[in-house]
C-alpha cells in the first residue's frame, strides 16, 4: 500500500451546466481540484493530457455516453476511478458488465451523503492500484 497521501484531482463531465457546476462545487468543498467538461469529446482530451484521481461523467451527453469516454480510458490500473452519473431512471440501474467496468455509481439529483459515500466507496480502490 502506498504511504504517500492521495492526491484528489476530478474531471466532472455532463453537457447540463448546472449539474457540472453543484457537483464541482461539491467536490471542491470535499477537498479535490476539479477539472469540468462539458461533452465526451473534450472530456476524452482532457483525460488524456491530465492525471486525475477520479472522473464523475453523466451518462447521456450529445457528443455520446459516458460509457463511450469510459472506453476511450487506458485499461485499469492506469486509468482513474470512474463514476457514473445520471439522472434517467433506466439508467440508474447499470448493467453487470457495466457494473464491473465503473467505480461508482451517483443518480442525479446528488446529494452531500451520496457523494460523500461515493467517495469513501472508491478512494480505496485507488490507494489499492
Do not use: Y
Amino acid at each position: 500500500m502506498n504511504a504517500e497521501p492521495l492526491s484528489k484531482t476530478a474531471l466532472v463531465v455532463d453537457d447540463e451546466t448546472v449539474s457540472r457546476l453543484v457537483l464541482s462545487h461539491m467536490l471542491r468543498r470535499a477537498g479535490w481540484d476539479v477539472t469540468e467538461a462539458d461533452d465526451v469529446a473534450p472530456a476524452i482530451a482532457l483525460a488524456r493530457s491530465g492525471t486525475f484521481t477520479a472522473i464523475f461523467s453523466d451518462f447521456s451527453m450529445p457528443g455520446g455516453t459516458g460509457v463511450d469516454l469510459l472506453d476511450a480510458l487506458p485499461p485499469t490500473p492506469a486509468r482513474p476511478l470512474f463514476v457514473l452519473v445520471t439522472g434517467i431512471v433506466e439508467h440508474s440501474s447499470v448493467g453487470l458488465d457495466l457494473a464491473s467496468m465503473i467505480d461508482g455509481h451517483l443518480i442525479k439529483p446528488i446529494s452531500s451523503r451520496a457523494l460523500s459515500e461515493c467517495l469513501a466507496a472508491i478512494l480505496p480502490r485507488q490507494r489499492d492500484r
